[in-house]
C-alpha cells in the first residue's frame, strides 16, 4: 500500500478521450527509484489501464524515470476492432460465357462440341442467394472495455430481367425457363435461348432477340445479330456487325474485311480477330492472332495462346494487355494503349479536335470584329455591320464558354490518366519495333526486337522491364 501510495506523488496516468492509449509521466524524480515491474502494473490498474500495457515503456521507466520527467510518454495502445467482412451475392450458376467453355488446347484451338452447353434453369428456380456480412474481430480500450468489430456491407442484388426476389431480399428466383446471364453492372437476367442451326445469311436474315442467342454456323458479310443476353457462334463472323450485351464467343474467329463491328457488355472470346473493330466492357480473349483490328477492352486483352501475335491496328484497354508476340520483323506499326477506359481516350481525342476547332473559329470571328471595330471607330458602322457586330459578339462569348468547357473535360481525363499504377503490357516471347506503347498519357516506341519483357509506368516514364 505504501508502495502504491507513493507512486501517487511520483507519476500520473492520463487516457486518451477515446481510451484508445493511456500516457504516464513522471511529476517528481526521487532520489532513488526502487520499484518492480508488478510495482508499476499495479499503479496503471489503480489507474483504470488494464489491457495493451508496454513492456518496454515499462522497464525503461524502472530502469531511469528521468527521460519521463514531465514528459507524456503512451504506456499502453488498446486494440482496434478488425474490419467487417462485407457480404456478397453468391450465384448458383456460371454467368460469365467465357468461363462456361471447355479449357484450351495445347494447340490452341477449342473443342466446341459442348457449344451450348449453358446455364439453363427453370422457372421458379433458385439462381442466386445474398450472403450476409460477418462483423470484424472485436477491439479493446486500454481500460479493458470490448470495442465490436466494424460491421461488414450489406450486399444488394442486382436485379435484371426475368428474376424475382423473395420478400426479405435473401434470395434470387428464375421467373421463365432460360439461361442465366450477367450482364453490364453484373445484373442478373434469366434470357430465353434462339437457337439458329446453320449459317446467318439471306435465309435467317438480321437476328435482333431479346435473349441468349446460339448460332450454330457463320455469321455472314452484311448481315447484324442483336441480342440482350450472350451470342455464341460456333462458326465464324465475316464482314457482319454483331453486338450483345452479356459476352460473345466465337470459334472459328473474324475475319472482318474492315467491315465486322462486333459489340460485347462484358467479355468476348475467339480463335482469332483480323480486319475488324472489336469493343468489350470486359475483357478480350483471343487465343491465336489479332491482325490489324482496332480492338477496345474496359478491362483486359489477352491474346496467349501458341501463335499469341499482335500485328498493326491499336489495341486499347483499361488495365492490362498480354500478347505472346507484339509487332513483326518488317516494323508493322502497332499501338498498344493501357491505363485508362478506352472511351476516355477517345474521348479526349475527340475533345482536343473540337477545341482546335472552336479555337479556329475564335481566331476567324476576332478578326472579323476587329475589322469591325475598326469601322465603328471611323464612324462609318452601317445598320447591317451593326448587327453582324452583335451577332458576333455573342458567338465569341458562346465559342469562349464552350473552350472553358472543353479544356476542363480535358483535364478531368488528363487526370485520370496519371492513375497509371496497375497498367501493364506484357510480353511473352518478342515485342518488334514499329510498337508504340502508351500507358496513361505517357508514349514509348520501340526501337529493336525485344525479348520477354513488360511495360509500366514508373516515375515520369515508362520502363520496359525483364519478366520475372
Same mark, same amino acid.
Given at each position: 500500500m505504501s508502495t502504491e501510495k507513493s507512486l501517487d506523488h511520483l507519476l500520473t496516468v492520463s487516457l486518451a478521450?477515446?481510451?484508445?492509449?493511456?500516457?504516464?509521466? !513522471?511529476?517528481?524524480?526521487?532520489?532513488?527509484?526502487?520499484?518492480?515491474? $508488478?510495482?508499476?502494473?499495479?499503479?496503471?490498474?489503480? $489507474?483504470? !489501464?488494464?489491457?495493451?500495457?508496454?513492456?518496454?515503456?515499462?522497464?525503461?521507466?524502472?530502469?531511469?524515470?528521468?527521460?519521463?520527467?514531465q514528459t507524456k510518454t503512451v504506456i499502453a495502445t488498446g486494440e482496434l476492432p478488425g474490419a467487417g467482412i462485407d457480404g456478397y451475392v453468391r450465384s448458383l450458376y456460371e454467368m460469365d460465357a467465357a468461363a462456361t467453355k471447355p479449357a484450351e488446347?495445347?494447340?490452341?484451338?477449342?473443342?466446341?462440341?459442348?457449344?451450348?452447353?449453358?446455364?439453363?434453369?427453370?422457372?421458379?428456380?433458385?439462381?442466386?442467394?445474398?450472403?450476409?456480412?460477418?462483423?470484424?474481430?472485436?477491439?479493446?480500450?486500454?481500460?479493458? &472495455?470490448?470495442?465490436?468489430? +466494424?460491421?461488414?456491407?450489406?450486399?444488394?442484388?442486382?436485379?435484371?430481367?426475368?428474376?424475382?426476389?423473395?420478400?426479405?431480399?435473401?434470395?434470387?428466383?428464375?421467373?421463365?425457363?432460360?439461361?442465366?446471364?450477367?450482364?453490364?453492372?453484373?445484373?442478373?437476367?434469366?434470357?430465353?435461348?434462339?437457337?439458329?442451326?446453320?449459317?446467318?445469311?439471306?435465309?435467317?436474315?438480321?437476328?435482333?432477340?431479346?435473349?441468349?442467342?446460339?448460332?450454330?454456323?457463320?455469321?455472314?458479310?452484311?448481315?447484324?445479330?442483336?441480342?440482350?443476353g450472350d451470342i455464341r457462334i460456333t462458326g465464324g463472323v465475316e464482314g457482319a456487325e454483331v453486338e450483345a450485351l452479356g459476352s460473345i464467343e466465337i470459334s472459328a474467329g473474324v475475319l472482318g474485311h474492315n467491315k465486322a463491328?462486333?459489340?460485347?457488355? !462484358?467479355?468476348?472470346?475467339?480463335?482469332?480477330?483480323?480486319?475488324?473493330?472489336? &469493343?468489350?466492357?470486359?475483357?478480350?480473349?483471343?487465343?491465336?492472332?489479332?491482325?490489324?483490328?482496332?480492338?477496345?477492352?474496359? +478491362?483486359?486483352?489477352?491474346?496467349?495462346?501458341?501463335?499469341?501475335?499482335?500485328?498493326?491496328?491499336?489495341?486499347?484497354?483499361?488495365?492490362?494487355v498480354v500478347a505472346r508476340t507484339i509487332g513483326n520483323s518488317m516494323s508493322t506499326p502497332t499501338a498498344i494503349e493501357v491505363g485508362v477506359l478506352p472511351e476516355l481516350r477517345n474521348e479526349l481525342s475527340t475533345l482536343r479536335q473540337q477545341l482546335r476547332n472552336v479555337q479556329d473559329g475564335l481566331d476567324k470571328t476576332d478578326k472579323a470584329l476587329t475589322l469591325l471595330d475598326q469601322l465603328a471607330a471611323a464612324g462609318s458602322l452601317t445598320p447591317e455591320k451593326l448587327a453582324m457586330r452583335i451577332k458576333l459578339s455573342h458567338t465569341k462569348k458562346q465559342a469562349a464558354d464552350e473552350q472553358i468547357a472543353y479544356r476542363e473535360r480535358i483535364l478531368e481525363i488528363e487526370k485520370t490518366l496519371e492513375d497509371t499504377e496497375r497498367a501493364k503490357v506484357e510480353v511473352i516471347s518478342m515485342v518488334y519495333g514499329g510498337t508504340k506503347i502508351v500507358i496513361g498519357r505517357y508514349t514509348r516506341f520501340v526501337k529493336d526486337a525485344t525479348p520477354r519483357v513488360h511495360f509500366m509506368y514508373s516515375e515520369g516514364d515508362i520502363s520496359m522491364l525483364p519478366n520475372g
Open positions: 478521450e477515446d481510451k484508445m492509449s493511456a500516457s504516464i509521466q !513522471v511529476v517528481s524524480l526521487p532520489g532513488s527509484f526502487l520499484y518492480t515491474v $508488478n510495482d508499476i502494473i499495479a499503479f496503471l490498474h489503480k $489507474n483504470d !489501464v488494464r489491457s495493451g500495457i508496454q513492456p518496454d515503456i515499462v522497464n525503461r521507466l524502472i530502469q531511469d524515470p528521468k527521460p519521463f520527467f488446347l495445347e494447340d490452341g484451338t477449342v473443342d466446341y462440341k459442348e457449344v451450348t452447353r449453358l446455364s439453363n434453369v427453370r422457372k421458379g428456380q433458385l439462381i442466386a442467394e445474398r450472403v450476409p456480412p460477418k462483423e470484424g474481430t472485436p477491439g479493446k480500450t486500454v481500460t479493458g &472495455e470490448p470495442i465490436p468489430g +466494424q460491421a461488414g456491407k450489406e450486399s444488394r442484388f442486382k436485379i435484371g430481367k426475368n428474376v424475382v426476389a423473395d420478400g426479405e431480399q435473401k434470395a434470387l428466383y428464375a421467373a421463365i425457363d432460360g439461361m442465366v446471364v450477367k450482364t453490364d453492372h453484373d445484373k442478373i437476367n434469366v434470357f430465353p435461348v434462339f437457337e439458329v442451326n446453320g449459317d446467318v445469311d439471306y435465309r435467317i436474315g438480321n437476328i435482333d432477340f431479346l435473349g441468349t442467342v446460339v448460332i450454330r454456323g457463320n455469321v455472314l458479310s452484311g448481315f447484324k445479330v442483336k441480342a440482350a463491328v462486333i459489340r460485347a457488355g !462484358v467479355n468476348l472470346k475467339s480463335s482469332f480477330i483480323q480486319d475488324a473493330v472489336i &469493343e468489350a466492357g470486359g475483357n478480350v480473349h483471343v487465343s491465336q492472332s489479332i491482325l490489324h483490328s482496332q480492338v477496345r477492352a474496359g +478491362q483486359h486483352v489477352y491474346c496467349t495462346g501458341p501463335k499469341g501475335l499482335i500485328v498493326g491496328g491499336t489495341i486499347q484497354a483499361g488495365e492490362k
